[in-house]
Structures are given as C-alpha cells and as structure tokens.
C-alpha cells in the first residue's frame, strides 16, 4: 500500500498538488516505519493528505488530521482504499480541537503517534506541544517535521535540552530533519518545561 501512496507523486497534476511541499520519499519511509504499529494517529497540518494516506497505510485505524484550510485530498484524484475510510479530516487550528477529540478515548487509551507539521512558527509548535502535552501516555510517539526551519529548532532545542525523565529523543537525518519523542514509564506532563 506504500508503494501506491508513493506513486501519488507521479500521478497527480501538479497545477493542483504543490508536491514540492510534500514529505520526501525519504521522509515518508521514516514516517511510515515509526508510524508502523500504532492504532491511533493524530496529525498536525493536512495540507492535501499525502501524510495522512502514510499514516493509514502503517496501519493505523484511526487517523485525525487538522488544518486550517479545507483543501482538496490526494483520494479525491486517485482510489486508495481502503485508506480514505480511516481518516478523519478536522478543519480546525490542530489546538483547537485535539484536547476535545483525545479527552473522547477511553483512558487510557491505545498507544498513539502525533505527526507536528503545521504551522512552523514557533509559538505554534509551542502551542501544539502544549495542548497534547496533558494527555500524552507512555508508549506514545510524536514526530516533529521541518527540524530545519527556525521555530520547530528552537523548540526542539529546548524540549530536549531542558528534560529527560519520561523521554527517548531522538533527531532523525532527512532532507528536513524529523525529532523524534517516545513517552516513556516516568513521564509526567507537569515536570515537563520549556
């Protein structure tokens, strides 16, 4: 099924899709392996579901995906099912509405994986990071895209200079950089500074 998501690139008119702005081939392979094996997924920054279609592909059964903007998606130019079936597309700010849709799981909840690509100030990242904070759990994983640019640094910079206890970090080598974070056992979302 990755395969077929990938081949997206070479099959969707470019006049609609910005592909420049997509993950790369190289990002979509990292995406989908640590995405492999995760039930939920929750994505900051829709743009036109290419990440989307990758998280559904790793498996995952539920896929909530915000943005801002309502855009046209990837399966409305090409069949990708079963994929589709398992996104749920919310246009809304990813804070605004991520609180409400994980405080709706049972607690606790299956392990799930946040993918933060949307708006790449940091002040946003900040507030992305703030509102899912509370409600992260040990064995979650959240993936910071665009490492290269200024505000998601600056905030990578600080998360994972500033705290250990509860945390597996990791920077990730692709064309933009990718954080990783994976909750651990002592993880507790009133020790966490920034």
């Known amino acids: 099924m990755l395969d077929k998501v990938k081949a997206l690139r070479l099959q969707l008119p470019q006049n609609i899709f910005k592909l420049a702005y997509w993950i790369s081939d190289r990002e979509t392979d990292v995406l989908f392996s640590n995405a492999k094996g995760f039930p939920l997924a929750f994505e900051s920054g829709t743009a036109h579901g290419f990440s989307a279609c990758v998280l559904a592909a790793a498996g995952a059964h539920n896929v909530h995906t915000f943005d801002i903007v309502n ?3 990837v399966w409305d130019h090409a ?10 597309c919310h246009t809304s700010p990813f804070a605004w509405g991520i609180d409400v849709l994980l405080e709706s799981f049972a607690n606790p909840r299956e392990s ?6 949307g708006d790449h100030k940091r002040a946003s ?8 904070k509370p409600f992260l759990q040990p ?6 895209h665009d490492l290269n640019m200024s505000g998601p640094r600056k905030f990578w910079g600080r998360l994972s200079g500033k705290n250990s206890e509860g945390f597996e970090f990791e920077v990730i080598e692709t064309e933009r950089r990718i954080g990783k974070v994976n909750i651990t056992k002592g ?7 920034l």
Not at 112 to 117: G, K, R
Not at 125 to 132: A, D, K
Not at 139 to 144: A, C, E, M, N, T
């Open 71 to 73: 855009r046209i998606k």
């Open 79 to 88: 069949d990708l099912s079963p994929l589709p079936e398992r996104i749920y």
């Open 112 to 117: 799930a994986i946040f993918f933060i690509d």
């Open 125 to 132: 990242v900040i507030n992305e990071w703030n509102t899912i």
């Open 139 to 144: 064995g979650d994983r959240i993936l910071f």
């Open 187 to 193: 993880y507790d979302h009133e020790k966490v500074e």
